[in-house]
């Protein structure tokens, strides 16, 4: 993706100070006003003369007994050493930033009554924005680590300012360090008008997953469902990391209500089978299902689960008729039989899931035991040809 390099800049507050300054410090403020009178147009290079000129009296006024302890004498410095970081050559910007940098301390310094807070805030304008420049420079050559770093450096000049945040995340994804990513995107999670303020709360819950956080990846897909009730991603999130961790009890009623809202998601129908399923509701998990599968009879998965879910059903059944003893042997027989119509009624589902993807080892292995519990050996022997193929 492409990042934008420009920052929206703060006007430049002009004062005046005590009538004692000198003349130099007033020059150098006069230049500096030039130069950014010009580049409030859009081309700050046609005032690099006055820029030069503003420097070159600000470096006096720095000599100056009269000047050299004056917070504005520091705070102008610090605007002209930026901005030429910003418009120098990359070879020659990084000593311009740094004299900016230690400049910008002195002025904090020496500002006790808070007179160049606003100038102040204009230069932490320009550092971010040098900082963005060195962020995107190296996002652009997948340096992402790097990235990362001019990035966060940039916010700390414009603390909470949603721009470094973003792309701090984004670097910080990029360059798998999922933590610091998960730290600054939940920095944007109150600010709900960012516009990439819905993909962030996605996204933190997939972050903390990545790390093995399962409890706060279902807290935020929390967070994601109060703030966008009507989103169906967010609901999916929140239903599929339930179902992880084993929450399929507290989970259904969502499920349910995310069907009966988009009655034509395979999808959900299959979550509500897995759900029911797990939560030992066998009945409602097989209706789950084939709701499914009335949707898309080539769902594999729906296949597998329905198929398994009817075949251990007859598998039941076979063993609570074998730990009868009080049957006869017709009862026996009757019994054993209505354990053969459930086994044939798993078949279709079983067969189907291979038909459609040959490759799946469950699929092979559910359709291998209908046919060990049918005795027959030479679909068994094949089918286990076919798995040991793809172990």
Do not use: C
């Not at 239903?239 to 209500?257: D, F, K, Q, R």
Request: hydrophobic fraction near 40%; avoid cysteine.
């Amino acid at each position: 993706m492409k990042l934008k390099f420009i920052l929206s800049l703060a006007m430049l507050v002009i004062a005046t100070t005590a009538f004692s300054q000198t003349g130099q410090l007033r020059r150098g403020m006069a230049s500096y006003e030039k130069f950014s009178e010009v580049k409030s147009l859009g081309s700050p290079e046609l005032g690099m003369n006055d820029l030069k000129a503003a420097l070159t009296a600000l470096e006096r006024a720095i000599e100056h007994d009269r000047t050299k302890d004056l917070a504005e004498t520091w705070t102008y410095y610090a605007l002209v050493k930026a901005d030429l970081a910003l418009l120098d050559s990359e070879e020659d910007n990084a000593e311009e930033f740094k004299t900016a940098l230690e400049a910008r301390q002195k002025a904090i310094e020496l500002d006790t009554e808070n007179e160049q807070e606003q100038n102040l805030e204009v230069l932490s304008f320009l550092l971010a924005q040098y900082e963005l420049n060195q962020g995107v420079a190296a996002w652009e050559v997948e340096d992402f680590a790097t990235a990362y770093e001019a990035f966060n450096r940039g916010g700390e000049y414009l603390p909470g300012d949603t721009t470094f945040l973003f792309y701090a995340g984004l670097a910080a994804v990029q360059s798998g360090n999922y933590q610091n990513a998960i730290e600054k995107y939940k920095e944007i999670v109150p600010i709900d008008t960012f516009s990439e303020h819905r993909q962030i709360v996605l996204d933190i819950s997939r972050l903390y997953m990545m790390e093995g956080d399962t409890a706060n990846a279902i807290n935020y897909a929390n967070i994601g469902r109060d703030i966008y009730p009507e989103d169906s991603e967010m609901a999916s999130q929140f239903i599929e990391l339930n179902l992880i961790a084993g929450n399929e009890v507290e989970v259904i009623s969502t499920i349910e209500a995310e069907s009966n809202r988009d009655p034509q998601n395979k999808i959900l129908h299959y979550y509500l089978g897995l759900a029911h399923s797990e939560a030992g509701n066998e009945e409602q998990a097989e209706i789950a299902y084939k709701k499914a599968l009335e949707i898309d009879p080539n769902y594999v998965d729906a296949n597998i689960n329905l198929g398994g879910l009817i075949l251990n059903k007859g598998i039941e059944h076979w063993n609570e008729t074998n730990n009868k003893r009080d049957l006869t042997q017709q009862q026996y027989d009757a019994e054993l039989a209505v354990a053969q119509g459930i086994f044939d009624e798993a078949y279709p589902y079983l067969q189907k899931a291979v038909d459609v993807d040959g490759s799946n080892v469950i699929a092979l292995s559910n359709l291998q035991k209908y046919y060990q519990i049918k005795d027959d050996q030479a679909k068994v022997d094949e089918l286990q040809a076919k798995i040991d193929a793809l172990n």
